[in-house]
Nanobody, 127 residues
Framework: QVQLVESGGGLVQPGGSLRLSCAAS????????MEWYRQVPGKERALVAR???????EYADAVKGRFTISRDNAEKSVYLQMNSLKPEDTAVYFC?????????????????????WGRGTQVTVSS
């Protein structure tokens, strides 16, 4: 089993910064792309940033130049540094794994095509 836990959300004033973290747990052999999404009430979940296993990075136009995604394969973690935050960045932020290979309790490698989602962390940008 693979689980994701996000942290780092909170309330920040416009222009401020936050750093989101997401750690994967489980007997993971390989993680492909890691992603951050966000969702506001009444709207679909939208991709914010993506980093491949080869460190190719993509950003949504709305966050280019302000957000930075990074990953630490040894820690099985992905991060999102968010600077110059705006009220429109307010959302629940979810991390996701595009696909993963992990060992079951019987030591059998299993490939799972995701996305595998975390539970989300609230980011609120307000004065």
């Amino acid at each position: 089993q693979v689980q994701l836990v996000e942290s780092g959300g909170g309330l920040v004033q416009p222009g401020g910064s936050l750093r989101l973290s997401c750690a994967a747990s489980g007997r993971i052999l390989r993680i492909d792309a890691m992603e951050w999404y966000r969702q506001v009430p009444g709207k679909e979940r939208a991709l914010v940033a993506r980093i491949s296993d080869g460190d190719k990075i993509e950003y949504a136009d709305a966050v280019k130049g302000r957000f930075t995604i990074s990953r630490d394969n040894a820690e099985k973690s992905v991060y999102l540094q968010m600077n110059s935050l705006k009220p429109e960045d307010t959302a629940v932020y979810f991390c996701a794994l595009e696909s993963v290979v992990y060992y079951t309790e019987h030591d059998v490698p299993v490939a799972v095509k995701g996305p595998i989602w975390g539970r989300g962390t609230q980011v609120t940008v307000s004065s």
